[in-house]
């Protein structure tokens, strides 16, 4: 059977790897992801300098799969995300009101956090595009804000379709208008999305 180099160049990029039964399952070392066939079925196993995650695509218990068995783990570099950060967002937000703006959160393995505005390239009361950010050797864009004005926080179609094929964390702040503003933040991981506390 002839194999198509396009093929051969996604499984390297992305393979699948099947879980030791009886051996040692060795966790991703190296910035990349890829698929785990495992005795319950599909997951996927994501490494970044600022997170380690595994966690199921599609579980079954029907077919006896011959393979070892792995559990769910997200592991941040940092630990907890300041509060204080979404704050600073939310002041940063309310100037443009009733328009939307955004800003990431960048982590660097030697200086911490850091929140930087995103400069607009368009931005209405329901819709912002931004100019994506640069960062250093060292720094990571950990975290993608935007705000929703004077609606609440939430997810759209459109957040889910630009979330996926990446791995990051973003968050939404909305109800501007008022004293205390929703938010709801979430981890991506190709397009899987997982909701994370927002305190």
Same mark, same amino acid.
């Given at each position: 059977m002839s194999i198509d180099l396009r093929d051969s160049a996604l499984q390297a990029s992305c393979p699948t790897v099947m879980v030791p039964r009886f051996g040692t399952f060795q966790p991703l070392q190296e910035p990349g992801h890829r698929f785990l066939s495992a005795a319950d079925g599909l997951w996927i196993e994501a490494y970044r300098p600022w997170v380690y995650i595994r966690q199921p695509l599609a579980l079954q218990k029907t077919v006896a799969m011959p393979y070892g068995r792995v559990t769910r783990e997200i592991d941040l570099s940092f630990g907890k995300i300041p509060r204080g950060l979404f704050d600073e967002f939310a002041v940063l937000a309310r100037e443009h009101l009733p328009n939307e703006c955004a800003a990431c959160i960048v982590w660097s393995e030697h200086n911490g956090f850091?929140?930087?505005? %995103?400069? +607009?390239?368009?931005?209405?009361?329901? &819709?912002?595009?931004?100019?994506?950010?640069?960062?250093?050797? =060292? $720094?990571?864009?950990?975290?993608? %804000?935007? +705000?929703?004005?004077?609606?609440?926080? &939430?997810?759209?179609?459109?957040?889910?379709?630009?979330?996926? =094929? $990446?791995?990051?964390?973003?968050?939404?702040?909305?109800?501007?208008?008022?004293?205390?503003?929703?938010?709801?933040v979430r981890l991506c991981v190709q397009g899987l999305f997982i909701t994370l506390p927002a305190g």
């Open positions: 850091e929140l930087r505005p %995103l400069g +607009s390239i368009k931005a209405l009361h329901g &819709f912002v595009k931004y100019e994506r950010p640069i960062v250093a050797d =060292g $720094e990571h864009l950990i975290i993608d %804000l935007h +705000s929703h004005g004077l609606y609440p926080a &939430f997810f759209s179609g459109r957040d889910d379709r630009d979330d996926r =094929g $990446e791995v990051k964390i973003t968050g939404v702040l909305g109800n501007l208008d008022q004293e205390t503003y929703s938010l709801e």
